[in-house]
């Protein structure tokens, strides 16, 4: 009995040995964690436009369900990406959740994977939240400057995106990139379904009186949204601009417009990444998450820099529209 009891017990190190030994050196890394703003302006979609905040609270999941998931399949599985781990962020977003999912709850392993590139999500995603608030808030009395407030406050950051304008074209013709929309292309046009309700809705909200106005303007969205996560836009072969969709707030906040593009093109980055044979070890991805998200995307490296654009502004394609339908409520994103 002692020696299958000491057995079991050696059997069970190595397992767990096995398993954190791809993290030997993330299980050191600190997490910095920043507190949000405080602000008059915090909270107020939730507390005024409920139907569109939990909307985004349903992102939240599917991001951080989605790399988990991508993880301890190994990305192997078409069906448990495909049919599961989709099918189960849609149900997600089905209960409406009223409050922020708990990621770290949701994607423990990728987090232990790649910490710094989540906390660049993490407060990127609170700088979308905060300008949604500041449109929303009955308690603003100066919109711009409470959006230039929120973007200084952001900047500060170390895990700040740069909002110089990124070569997106070239960050799409890496190596590994397309790795994950090859493969699992249903998932991948829900996340794009997600870029488009995130930078869709700038424009209507800035331009909206009213609560009663804003409630009616985002109503259509989410129609059109909910439209895509029922028959996902395959046909799409690039992620939706906020230029193109919110042509109005792009130019008047082109900074943010920059970083927002630019977080949706990291989520492209590290899927591909998650799901690429390039980097057949854990190690071996998180290498690489680390070397484009310090080389191309934070802000501490735009002296440096080789993917930042110079030129006219980034515009789609129009040659590649094909099949690039349904967007009535504004400009429709075009491929390169």
Avoid: C
Avoid at 172 to 179: A, I, M, Q, V
Avoid at 270 to 285: C, M
Wanted: neutral net charge; aromatic residues 12%.
């Amino acid at each position: 009995m002692r020696t299958k009891h000491v057995s079991a017990i050696i059997g069970m190190t190595l397992a767990l040995t096995a398993f954190s030994a791809p993290f030997a050196h993330a299980q050191f890394e600190p997490r910095d964690k920043r507190f949000y703003q405080r602000a008059s302006w915090n909270f107020a979609l939730r507390d005024h436009l409920p139907e569109l905040d939990s909307e985004f609270n349903g992102v939240d999941f599917g991001h951080s369900h989605l790399y988990e998931n991508l993880l301890l399949t190994g990305a192997r599985s078409i069906p448990a990406i495909e049919d599961t781990a989709r099918r189960q962020t849609l149900r997600f977003i089905a209960l409406r959740p009223a409050l922020p999912p708990n990621e770290e709850a949701i994607a423990p392993t990728y987090m232990k994977l790649a910490w710094r590139a989540q906390n660049t999500f993490d407060q990127a995603h609170t700088l979308h939240r905060a300008t949604y608030d500041i449109y929303v808030s009955d308690r603003v009395a100066d919109q711009e400057a409470a959006i230039r407030a929120a973007l200084a406050y952001y900047q500060q950051s170390p895990y700040a995106i740069t909002a110089r304008p990124l070569d997106h074209q070239g960050l799409d013709n890496l190596p590994f990139s397309k790795s994950f929309r090859r493969k699992f292309p249903l998932f991948n046009a829900t996340i794009w379904a997600y870029h488009y309700l995130q930078v869709a809705v700038y424009d209507v909200l800035a331009g909206a009186p009213d609560l009663a106005s804003q409630k009616a303007v985002i109503r259509p969205i989410l129609t059109t949204y909910h439209g895509y996560l029922k028959q996902p836009p395959v046909q799409w072969i690039f992620m939706p601009l906020t230029a193109e969709l919110s042509p109005a707030f792009a130019a008047r906040h082109p900074d943010l417009a920059n970083i927002f593009d630019n977080l949706h093109m990291l989520h492209d980055n590290i899927s591909d990444i998650l799901v690429s044979d390039l980097f057949p070890t854990w190690e071996a991805k998180r290498t690489e998450i680390y070397r484009i998200l310090d080389r191309y995307y934070l802000a501490s490296a735009d002296a440096t820099n080789p993917m930042i654009r110079s030129g006219d502004e980034m515009k789609h394609d129009m040659r590649d529209m094909n099949g690039m339908k349904g967007m009535e409520q504004s400009p429709q994103p075009r491929a390169h």
